[in-house]
């Protein structure tokens, strides 16, 4: 008995350790605007079991997608020092058990979209590939942030296709809008490896344009990924409390852009985590509050 407490300790351990690497509190960003769609395509009749399988589905997507990030970023991750003390740099944590997390994600995640509808299924393969197909991309292309911004794009697609066995424009829409969002805040998160990856030849929009025109180029995307909001809205005929939302939310990311300086990094982290955590429960509350009240 007490092999096994010491077995099932060393496995949580892990898992905890797991769960930390991957910031699995960051599902968050995305996981709004799904939530978002699958109560627009319901029409507010959202069964129970669809909303915790739709939580599930990203949820293990975005597990097995920055778990193979992290995997096969390790070699880059240990010569980084921002990224040395990372769970997998430093030890804590073994490639091996990572793996195998990554792989159970994987299978999770096919298995949930089985659950939805034909269509659902047979395009989940499609989805993995771009959420893991990320991670790759920076070695090959200066346009990641286009790629990340596509792997949390498709989001609110999924779940739409998930709940109706189709697409929508409004649905097109929050995908445009977490596209924008996405690669511009991870314009302006990148500026924190900006020498690092010029150095070692890492390839991104922040190492092709420098760090001025980039914090510039993440103004364009967030201002385009507000008016997508506000299109959305309007051609979904939402209510007065869905464009107040939005109006917060352009004030939070004016607010962002004023946090970051090319000569003052300092606040990258308050800008990127903080503030776009904010903006997507905030988004979510008030789609909520005009859809009901």
Same mark, same amino acid.
Request: charged letters at 10%; proline letters at 2%.
């Given at each position: 008995?007490?092999?096994?407490?010491?077995? +099932?300790?060393?496995?949580?351990?892990?898992?905890?350790? /797991?769960?930390?690497?991957?910031?699995?509190?960051?599902?968050?960003?995305?996981?709004?605007?799904?939530?978002? !769609?699958?109560?627009?395509?319901?029409?507010?009749?959202? +069964?129970?079991?669809?909303?915790?399988?739709? @939580?599930?589905?990203?949820?293990?997507?975005?597990?097995?997608?920055?778990?193979?990030?992290?995997?096969? #970023?390790?070699?880059? #991750?240990?010569?980084?020092?921002?990224?040395?003390?990372?769970?997998?740099?430093?030890?804590?944590? !073994?490639?091996?058990?990572?793996?195998?997390?990554?792989? $159970?994600?994987?299978?999770?995640?096919?298995?949930?979209?089985?659950?939805?509808?034909?269509?659902?299924?047979?395009?989940?393969?499609?989805?993995?590939?771009? $959420?893991?197909?990320?991670?790759? /991309?920076?070695?090959?292309?200066?346009? /990641?942030?286009?790629?990340?911004?596509?792997?949390?794009?498709?989001?609110?697609?999924?779940?739409?296709?998930?709940?109706?066995? +189709?697409?929508?424009?409004?649905? $097109?829409?929050?995908?445009?809008?977490?596209?924008?969002?996405?690669?511009?805040?991870?314009?302006?998160?990148?500026?924190?490896?900006?020498?690092?990856?010029?150095?070692?030849?890492?390839?991104?929009? @922040?190492?092709?344009?420098?760090?001025?025109?980039?914090?510039?180029?993440?103004?364009?995307?967030?201002?385009?990924?507000?008016? !997508?909001?506000?299109?959305?809205?309007?051609?979904?005929?939402?209510?007065?409390?869905?464009?107040?939302?939005?109006?917060?939310?352009?004030?939070?990311?004016?607010?962002?852009?004023?946090?970051?300086?090319? #000569?003052?990094?300092?606040?990258?982290?308050?800008?990127?985590?903080?503030?776009?955590?904010?903006?997507?429960?905030?988004?979510?509350?008030? $789609?909520?509050?005009?859809?009901?009240?």
């Amino acid at each position: 008995m007490a092999s096994l407490s010491l077995i +099932q300790n060393r496995f949580f351990s892990k898992l905890l350790l /797991t769960l930390k690497m991957i910031k699995v509190q960051h599902s968050i960003f995305a996981l709004p605007f799904a939530l978002t !769609s699958v109560l627009i395509a319901s029409n507010g009749n959202l +069964q129970l079991l669809d909303l915790v399988m739709i @939580v599930l589905a990203m949820v293990t997507a975005r597990n097995a997608a920055m778990t193979f990030n992290r995997i096969v #970023d390790l070699k880059i #991750d240990k010569k980084n020092p921002r990224t040395a003390n990372r769970e997998l740099p430093s030890g804590m944590l !073994s490639k091996k058990f990572a793996t195998i997390f990554c792989l $159970v994600n994987i299978i999770l995640f096919i298995a949930i979209s089985y659950y939805f509808n034909q269509l659902t299924f047979i395009l989940s393969p499609v989805a993995l590939m771009i $959420v893991l197909g990320y991670s790759l /991309t920076k070695r090959f292309t200066y346009y /990641t942030q286009f790629f990340l911004g596509l792997a949390l794009g498709i989001s609110p697609l999924a779940a739409w296709i998930a709940i109706t066995g +189709q697409l929508s424009f409004f649905a $097109v829409l929050l995908g445009v809008n977490l596209f924008f969002w996405v690669a511009g805040f991870d314009l302006i998160y990148s500026t924190l490896d900006y020498a690092y990856d010029k150095k070692n030849g890492l390839k991104n929009l @922040v190492v092709k344009w420098g760090l001025k025109k980039s914090l510039i180029l993440a103004r364009l995307f967030h201002f385009i990924s507000f008016l !997508s909001l506000v299109i959305a809205g309007i051609i979904q005929n939402l209510g007065l409390y869905y464009f107040i939302g939005c109006s917060i939310i352009g004030a939070l990311l004016y607010y962002e852009h004023r946090l970051v300086k090319p #000569d003052d990094l300092s606040k990258v982290n308050m800008a990127f985590f903080t503030l776009n955590g904010y903006i997507s429960l905030l988004f979510l509350i008030f $789609v909520v509050i005009d859809f009901y009240i």
